[in-house]
């Protein structure tokens, strides 16, 4: 059985091995780390858990604007609910338009960057490696020629801005294993 000593000199160790890990494996450790230790769950807390009055979303425009009306400005409230009240929720989401997680007490209307299509390679810039079998499909020829990959959505290469901008959507918790979920299916 190793003592206290042998585990605190793995730490370099570990600390180097969650480099290596892909994301949903790092995820499963945290999620055993806060079932099985107070302190693991303390620390998880302080970074996942803000105040659900400074998560940012899209501001809901009322359906009876007039056409036209919609270049207004959208008039931001503030709430103002004395403090420590407020039911917790994650800080971090991920976004279901650009797939990266953002924080939601930083989200706004340029926040979110995405294309609505996958990039795809530019057939005639290479048509001869293709001719002779070359995958040109791969991350290495993405950059080393990034202005030879389009999206389709827009015509833009990699180096363009994204096409759409807007606010990060986090999914709704009901949706979590599937992007687009239909209420018709019957568990
Ligand atoms: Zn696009
Ligand atoms: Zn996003």
């Known amino acids: 059985m190793p003592s206290p000593d042998e585990q605190a000199d793995n730490l370099p160790l570990l600390l180097h091995a969650t480099h290596d890990e892909p994301i949903y494996r790092l995820e499963a450790i945290l999620h055993d780390i806060i079932k099985h230790s107070p302190e693991g769950r303390k620390i998880a807390s302080e970074w996942l858990l803000g105040a659900k009055s400074e998560a940012k979303y899209k501001p809901v425009v009322p359906s009876s604007t007039t056409p036209g009306a919609s270049a207004l400005p ?5 709430i103002s609910e004395p403090k420590g009240k407020e039911p917790i929720s994650p800080r971090i989401e991920n976004c279901i ?6 924080d939601v007490t930083q989200n706004s209307e340029t926040s979110c960057r995405y ?3 996958h990039d795809i390679v530019d057939a005639e810039f290479f048509q001869e490696e293709i001719a002779a079998g070359i995958d040109v499909d791969n991350d290495d020829h993405r950059l080393a020629w990034p202005d030879k990959f389009y999206y389709p959505c827009c015509g833009r290469d ?10 990060h ?3 709704d918790p009901g949706d979590r294993p599937r992007k687009r979920f239909t209420r018709t299916e019957v568990i």
């Open 74 to 78: 959208i008039k931001h409230e503030s």
């Open 97 to 102: 338009y650009c797939l990266e997680d953002f």
């Open 115 to 117: 294309h609505v299509e």
């Open 158 to 167: 990699l180096i363009d801005e994204q096409c759409q901008i807007g606010w």
């Open 169 to 171: 959507k986090a999914a």
